[in-house]
């Protein structure tokens, strides 16, 4: 059975962006605009008691949702339990619409790397993030939605291609996906792959929510790499990648878009959230329309 969220199962596309300190005062200034707030989990934690207030507040004004960064679930060493006790803490006290977290390690042997990684692509590792995701549910209480993360070196040591692991971890653990557009994009143009022939790939019916975001090339020429910065718009070529995941993705999806600096003024942001509301709609027309093809 697909674990889609019932909020997401059951009713319709919706958009957001990520909660920010610098973007506070526009998105509570056009919560009109706004289906969603993505709120990074990992800031409070260990927050005061009156920031965490402050988040159930801001979860009593619009739908919420938790993303995590520092698990490290897609490992073959088990995630800290006291990790998993503070994001189900949070999960309590906020009542999210649904939380998530990237497949990726953080740590090993104690050493804090400072950023996600790509782990090898083996059996090992997809053992390893379904035990890590069970147990997730397990102290949870719900299954998180799990993304996909862009990388700059192809992980050494893999036996299989990135969209052929995530649909396996995918399968073991039972949990739902949040796909990064930017994410599958960057990869594909760094290894030379087609963005759109993965998406094809993926298992859409596990998709449940989806980021956007943006970046910049880095590196000499003959060696460039695309970053996955979020201080950037989003290029033309994800939302292209929106419309196909409206076109493939049976169940409605979250859209959020991310941004972690340089920020633009609200409205350019607005804007932004405006042009993915067309690209999917773009998508879910073309799926209609097939519909209807189908049952003529």
């Known amino acids: 059975m697909i674990m889609i969220p019932a909020s997401t199962a059951a009713g319709s596309d919706r958009f957001g962006l990520g909660w920010r300190r610098e973007l506070a005062v526009g998105i509570l200034s056009h ?24 988040l159930q507040t801001l979860a009593a004004q619009t739908s919420v949702v938790l993303h995590g960064v520092s698990l ?7 995630v800290e339990t006291e990790r998993l006790d503070k994001i189900a803490r949070l999960c309590g006290e906020v009542e999210p619409q649904f939380w998530s977290e990237h497949l990726a390690f953080v740590r090993g042997g104690g050493i804090e790397i400072g950023h996600l990684t790509a782990p090898p692509r083996t059996l090992a590792t ?23 993360i862009a990388t700059l070196i192809d992980p050494p040591g893999s036996d299989r291609d990135e969209v052929t692991w995530i649909s396996e971890i995918l399968a073991a653990s039972d949990c739902p996906m949040l ?35 943006g970046g910049r090339w880095i590196g000499a020429s003959g060696a460039r790499r ?30 959020i878009l991310e941004r972690d600096g340089r920020y633009p003024p609200i ?23 097939r519909t209807d093809r189908g049952a003529a």
């Open 31 to 54: 919560l009109d605009r706004i289906d969603v707030v993505e709120v990074m989990a990992d800031d409070f934690f260990d927050a005061p008691r009156r920031e965490r207030r402050s």
């Open 72 to 78: 490290g679930v897609a490992s073959s060493a088990p």
């Open 126 to 148: 997809v053992e390893g993030a379904a035990a890590n995701l069970n147990r997730a549910r397990s102290i949870v209480g719900t299954a998180p939605l799990v993304e996909n």
């Open 179 to 213: 796909l990064d557009l930017h994410n599958l994009y960057a990869n594909g143009l760094n290894f030379g792959g087609d963005p759109m022939e993965a998406l094809a790939q993926l298992p859409m019916d596990r998709v449940a929510a989806v980021h956007l975001a």
């Open 226 to 255: 695309l970053l996955d910065d979020h201080l950037h718009d989003v290029p033309e070529p994800v939302y292209d990648l929106l419309a196909e995941v409206g076109a493939r993705a049976p169940y409605p999806v979250t859209v």
């Open 267 to 289: 409205g350019i942001l607005l804007d932004q959230l405006e042009r993915a509301r067309r690209s999917l709609a773009v998508g879910r027309a073309r799926r209609a329309a």
